[in-house]
């Protein structure tokens, strides 16, 4: 590389990284004056381009200056707070693929199987996948003539996927009815394939109706809107919103999701990000109330479950419908994501994006529950080891048969037989373990003590113990403001903000996210006393989807 390339390299960077303070700062330069007057922004970042130069001319060979700059943007972003971050391409790719609710391809889920072959799981049903014929268990033998013998999984999925229109070309191996093995051939035009967000539905115990969202999508309220009729055409007389392991979404979803249960112009949160020099408000501001009307009756009674893996719009969720007397909560406190990330594509590196947080939402009860949490109603504890155990568990029951997908192993509450094994180490597992940490060292105890919990998990069984709370507090009684009396407690209670403790212990950038003044509240009206039953609507209802990120 010539030293000609370097300095007009050097001289990009330096004009690259003077844009991105500008983008960062809204690009009004009196906003950098009045963080500090003493503050040379500019002067600030001369470092990054002097080391990118360092580097360019100094270091050991050529530089991947693409890679030398994605690490610069990286760190940059990490030093903002937990959630603000870098994205590169293929993340930004299937991002948008993930939240639309949608991606390009033939639509099936693969996983190796014990022999390395490459094998479909799970045809997207109504996929082009299924249409043409795609089974589960078919081993992929051939991806367009190419043979996937030592094949990775992303390599081969890459092969698959690819622009709506085009056709792969799958060469299939499986056995016939006589069980003899014959290879077909399938040419599978590619198509946009719905992504899935309710991952288990079903009626328990008659009439209870059960949905599990994985997240939250631009399809995720039209698919819960169609299985809650199903519901009630089944004779619902109560409902469980599943919650947990829920890392949250779009957050356009989740007011989309409080719609069906909540009455019309019912406050599902508010957001506020920084003020202007001049002390306005920030442009994004944006209170999200209801729209439409509920699609269950208001008084059908109804709990949210929850762990420490709800998150984001998942809280947003359970705190309008806790707030507003929807929905008793049961479960573990929630994860505490209470900020908003704006993705801002960047035009260089060419189709990467800023994930950069640019407010804090807060619940109707007017508190940001940002590293706290929202508290259940009912607390029904579970490990972190039983909850693994119950989400193998889970799987292991439609493993071999994905049409299963619904009639998940829940234990004694979906009519399936466990044996709760204890998860605690015994005292010859913690000798033998002591035993072997003494002869060989930490590093062997810590391996063993890995081996012995996995193995636990992949073949002991677990109550799934919230749901089965959950189930028995809707049997106790069939009216709704008789459940709301005995189980709902105030929202002073349960959604709080962060202690001033909690806020000390956390690094830096986090606590200045929270500083009191930083990003103020606002006042809002008294929880509102509970509304009449409404009847649901008497048709489904098309609604445009918008994604705010």
Same mark, same amino acid.
């Given at each position: 590389?010539?030293?000609?390339?370097?300095?007009?390299?050097?001289?990009?960077?330096?004009?690259? *990284?003077?844009?991105?303070?500008?983008?960062?700062?809204?690009? *009004?330069?009196?906003?950098?004056? &009045?963080?500090?007057?003493?503050?040379?922004?500019?002067?600030?970042?001369?470092?990054?381009?002097?080391? !990118?130069?360092?580097?360019?001319?100094?270091? +050991?060979?050529?530089?991947?200056?693409?890679?030398? +700059?994605? %690490?610069?943007?990286?760190?940059?972003?990490?030093? !903002?707070?937990?959630?603000?971050?870098?994205?590169?391409?293929?993340?930004?790719?299937?991002?948008?693929?993930?939240?639309?609710?949608?991606?390009?391809? /033939?639509?099936?889920?693969?996983?190796? $199987?014990?022999?390395?072959?490459?094998?479909?799981?799970?045809?997207?049903?109504?996929?082009?996948?299924?249409?043409?014929?795609?089974?589960?268990?078919?081993?992929?033998?051939?991806?367009?003539?190419?043979?996937?013998?030592?094949?990775?999984?992303?390599?081969?999925?890459? @092969? /698959?996927?690819?622009?709506?229109?085009?056709?792969?070309?799958?060469?299939?191996?499986?056995?016939?009815?006589?069980?003899?093995?014959?290879?077909?051939?399938?040419?599978?035009?590619?198509?946009?394939?719905?992504?899935?967000?309710? +991952?288990?539905?079903?009626?328990?115990?008659?009439?209870?109706?059960?949905?599990?969202?994985?997240?939250?999508?631009?399809?995720?309220?039209? $698919? =819960?809107?169609?299985?809650?009729?199903?519901?009630?055409? &089944?004779?619902?007389?109560?409902?469980?919103? $599943? =919650?947990?392991?829920?890392?949250?979404?779009?957050?356009?979803?989740?007011?989309?999701?409080?719609?069906?249960?909540?009455?019309?112009?019912?406050?599902?949160?508010?957001?506020?990000?920084?003020?202007?020099?001049? %002390?306005?408000?920030?442009?994004?501001?944006?209170?999200?109330?209801?729209?439409?009307?509920?699609?269950?009756?208001?008084?059908?009674?109804?709990?949210?479950?929850?762990?420490?893996?709800?998150?984001?719009?998942?809280?947003?969720?359970?705190? &309008?419908?806790?707030?507003?007397?929807?929905?008793?909560?049961?479960?573990?406190?929630?994860?505490?994501?209470?900020?908003?990330?704006?993705?801002?594509? !960047?035009? @260089?590196?060419?189709?990467?994006? !800023?994930?950069?947080?640019?407010?804090?939402?807060?619940?109707?009860?007017?508190?940001?529950?940002?590293?706290?949490?929202?508290?259940? $109603?009912?607390?029904?504890?579970?490990?972190?080891?039983?909850?693994?155990?119950?989400?193998?568990?889970? #799987?292991?029951? #439609?493993?071999?048969?994905?049409?299963?997908?619904?009639?998940?192993?829940?234990?004694?509450?979906?009519?399936?037989?466990?044996?709760?094994?204890?998860?605690?180490?015994?005292?010859?597992?913690?000798?033998?373990?002591?035993?072997?940490?003494?002869?060989? %060292?930490?590093?062997?105890?810590? =391996?063993?003590?890995?081996?012995?919990? @996995?193995?636990?998990?992949?073949?002991?069984?677990?109550?799934?113990?919230?749901?089965?709370?959950?189930?028995?507090?809707?049997?106790?009684?069939?009216?709704?403001?008789? =459940?709301?009396?005995?189980?709902?407690?105030?929202?002073?209670?349960?959604?709080?903000?962060?202690?001033?403790? /909690?806020?000390?212990?956390?690094?830096?950038?986090?606590?200045?996210?929270?500083?009191? %003044?930083?990003?103020?509240?606002?006042?809002?009206?008294?929880?509102?006393?509970?509304?009449?039953?409404?009847?649901?609507?008497?048709?489904?209802?098309?609604?445009?989807?918008?994604?705010?990120?």
């Amino acid at each position: 590389m010539s030293k000609k390339n370097y300095r007009s390299e050097f001289f990009g960077i330096v004009l690259f *990284f003077g844009a991105m303070t500008l983008l960062l700062t809204n690009g *009004f330069v009196a906003r950098i004056a &009045a963080q500090d007057s003493q503050v040379d922004v500019y002067q600030a970042v001369e470092p990054v381009g002097v080391v !990118l130069e360092t580097i360019l001319s100094q270091y +050991v060979r050529d530089t991947n200056l693409d890679r030398v +700059v994605q %690490g610069a943007l990286i760190g940059m972003m990490s030093s !903002l707070d937990r959630h603000s971050s870098f994205i590169t391409a293929e993340e930004l790719t299937a991002m948008r693929e993930d939240t639309k609710g949608e991606f390009e391809g /033939i639509g099936v889920s693969i996983r190796l $199987d014990e022999n390395k072959n490459i094998v479909v799981f799970k045809p997207v049903p109504d996929s082009p996948a299924e249409t043409a014929g795609i089974r589960p268990f078919d081993i992929i033998v051939k991806i367009d003539d190419i043979s996937t013998e030592g094949m990775s999984l992303s390599d081969a999925a890459d @092969r /698959i996927r690819g622009q709506r229109g085009t056709t792969v070309k799958l060469t299939i191996r499986r056995k016939n009815e006589l069980g003899v093995e014959e290879e077909h051939e399938f040419n599978v035009k590619r198509a946009k394939v719905p992504l899935e967000s309710i +991952v288990e539905s079903r009626m328990i115990d008659g009439d209870i109706g059960y949905v599990r969202i994985s997240d939250f999508k631009d399809n995720t309220s039209r $698919d =819960l809107r169609r299985t809650l009729r199903n519901f009630m055409d &089944a004779g619902m007389k109560g409902f469980i919103l $599943d =919650l947990r392991w829920n890392p949250g979404g779009l957050l356009s979803a989740s007011q989309e999701v409080c719609e069906l249960f909540l009455p019309r112009n019912s406050l599902v949160t508010y957001t506020r990000g920084r003020a202007s020099a001049e %002390g306005m408000p920030a442009k994004d501001d944006m209170r999200l109330h209801t729209e439409g009307r509920p699609v269950i009756p208001l008084q059908l009674p109804m709990i949210v479950l929850v762990n420490g893996q709800t998150a984001s719009s998942a809280e947003i969720v359970t705190g &309008a419908l806790q707030y507003h007397q929807r929905a008793i909560v049961v479960g573990q406190k929630t994860f505490g994501k209470g900020s908003v990330q704006t993705i801002i594509p !960047l035009e @260089r590196p060419k189709m990467t994006a !800023l994930r950069l947080t640019t407010a804090l939402y807060y619940t109707p009860a007017d508190v940001s529950i940002d590293h706290q949490g929202i508290l259940p $109603d009912v607390e029904v504890v579970m490990s972190t080891d039983e909850e693994r155990t119950l989400l193998a568990q889970m #799987y292991r029951s #439609y493993e071999s048969d994905p049409s299963k997908v619904n009639e998940q192993n829940h234990g004694a509450v979906t009519g399936d037989e466990v044996s709760d094994v204890p998860h605690e180490a015994s005292e010859a597992e913690r000798q033998l373990l002591e035993e072997i940490r003494a002869i060989y %060292g930490e590093e062997a105890h810590n =391996l063993l003590q890995e081996f012995v919990s @996995r193995l636990k998990i992949v073949s002991a069984t677990v109550q799934d113990r919230p749901l089965q709370r959950a189930v028995e507090i809707l049997r106790e009684d069939t009216v709704w403001e008789n =459940l709301l009396r005995k189980y709902h407690k105030d929202v002073k209670e349960t959604q709080v903000a962060a202690n001033p403790e /909690i806020v000390g212990k956390l690094p830096e950038t986090e606590r200045e996210l929270l500083a009191p %003044g930083q990003v103020a509240p606002q006042t809002l009206p008294p929880l509102p006393e509970l509304p009449d039953a409404e009847p649901p609507d008497s048709a489904p209802q098309e609604e445009e989807l918008i994604p705010i990120p």
